[in-house]
């Protein structure tokens, strides 16, 4: 897997094949609501260099949005993030953090599941390298607190201790990229689970995943790093929003990129030999010449 280091590291004409780096991170999930709720799971993470490119190809790329929290007063799950694509590689978005006694969902990362409920299964569908990793479970004790959402690299924690004494999971530690060149990024981190009571400024949430994920007080994930959002610590409140994916390309600086038709923010940079372009939001077509 290309552009990956460490636990937190994560083409033209006819005539001549041309090749690209790619890096497709989906939207991360949102967590759940009230106490006792499990952080959203992050987008999908998926990489590779050597995809083959041609010149005057159009190349399908869909930027998935951050799942909203799961809305209080009421027991909300997290909805799911949405997938990000570039041509045939799709990232799965993350599965939404589960509810006050809810299981966490499936995703390219699971949800974390709320209070006596399991986690949901990441790398959902199956593709290798995996894309993501399993939410972990909500506390076994009644009425404590919720599981963290899983991240690319890691799972996430489940809730331990009872009621009057447990602390949310911690959500699962995203990947590092280089494909923008060193020290790197770390996307897809998992969202912390909620904890028992206390409010947003209780100590007992647990906290975002390395990548982007948001605590257990109700954070939102971070924008184009593809982090679940948090649970929420408090009575009655919304679960954290899950962040929006992002989607890279590496390729020759002898070759120009375009995006037909619209739809695409996206800005390129160069660097050596290379340019590199970042597809920050929208849905739509690149193509090179």
Same mark, same amino acid.
């Given at each position: 897997?290309?552009?990956?280091?460490?636990?937190?590291?994560?083409?033209?004409?006819?005539?001549?094949?041309?090749?690209?780096?790619?890096?497709?991170?989906?939207?991360?999930?949102?967590?759940?609501?009230?106490?006792?709720?499990?952080?959203?799971?992050?987008?999908?993470?998926?990489?590779? $260099?050597?995809?083959?490119?041609?010149?005057?190809?159009?190349?399908?790329?869909? %930027?998935?949005?951050?799942?909203?929290?799961?809305?209080?007063?009421?027991?909300?799950?997290? !909805?799911?993030? *949405?997938?990000?694509?570039?041509?045939?590689?799709?990232?799965?978005?993350?599965?939404?953090?589960?509810?006050?006694?809810?299981?966490?969902?499936?995703?390219?990362?699971?949800?974390?599941?709320?209070?006596?409920?399991?986690?949901?299964?990441?790398?959902?569908?199956?593709?290798?390298?995996?894309?993501?990793?399993?939410?972990?479970?909500?506390? +076994?004790?009644?009425?404590?607190?919720?599981?963290?959402?899983?991240?690319?690299?890691? %799972?996430?924690?489940?809730?331990?201790? $009872?009621?009057?004494? *447990?602390?949310?999971?911690?959500?699962?530690?995203?990947?590092?990229? $280089?494909? !923008?060149?060193?020290?790197?990024?770390?996307?897809?981190?998992?969202?912390?689970?909620?904890?028992?009571?206390?409010?947003?400024?209780?100590?007992?949430?647990?906290?975002?995943?390395?990548?982007?994920?948001?605590?257990?007080?109700?954070?939102?994930?971070?924008?184009?790093?593809?982090?679940?959002?948090?649970?929420?610590? +408090?009575?009655?409140?919304?679960?954290?929003?899950?962040?929006?994916?992002?989607?890279?390309?590496?390729?020759?600086?002898?070759? !120009?990129?375009?995006?037909?038709?619209?739809?695409?923010?996206?800005? !390129?940079?160069?660097?050596?030999?290379?340019?590199?372009?970042?597809?920050?939001?929208?849905?739509?077509?690149?193509?090179?010449?």
């Amino acid at each position: 897997m290309s552009g990956i280091m460490n636990m937190f590291v994560a083409g033209s004409g006819a005539a001549a094949a041309l090749t690209a780096e790619y890096l497709v991170v989906a939207g991360g999930a949102g967590g759940g609501s009230r106490q006792h709720g499990g952080g959203g799971g992050a987008g999908g993470f998926r990489t590779n $260099t050597g995809f083959s490119i041609a010149t005057g190809t159009n190349y399908t790329v869909t %930027v998935g949005g951050g799942g909203a929290g799961g809305a209080g007063p009421g027991n909300s799950n997290g !909805t799911a993030g *949405s997938n990000s694509v570039f041509s045939t590689i799709t990232s799965n978005g993350g599965g939404g953090g589960g509810a006050y006694n809810n299981a966490g969902a499936s995703g390219g990362s699971g949800g974390g599941g709320g209070n006596l409920q399991p986690g949901g299964a990441g790398n959902t569908p199956n593709t290798s390298p995996s894309q993501g990793s399993a939410g972990g479970a909500g506390s +076994a004790s009644t009425d404590a607190g919720g599981g963290g959402g899983g991240g690319a690299f890691a %799972v996430g924690t489940a809730c331990v201790g $009872t009621y009057a004494s *447990s602390f949310g999971g911690v959500g699962g530690a995203g990947l590092l990229s $280089t494909i !923008t060149g060193s020290p790197g990024t770390t996307y897809a981190g998992g969202g912390g689970g909620g904890g028992t009571s206390g409010g947003n400024t209780s100590p007992n949430f647990g906290a975002g995943g390395l990548g982007g994920g948001g605590a257990g007080d109700g954070s939102s994930g971070t924008a184009n790093l593809g982090g679940g959002g948090g649970a929420n610590s +408090a009575t009655g409140g919304d679960g954290g929003g899950g962040g929006s994916g992002i989607v890279i390309l590496k390729y020759s600086s002898t070759l !120009t990129i375009s995006n037909p038709g619209g739809g695409l923010t996206l800005s !390129t940079a160069t660097s050596g030999s290379f340019k590199i372009t970042s597809v920050t939001a929208g849905t739509g077509n690149v193509s090179w010449s």
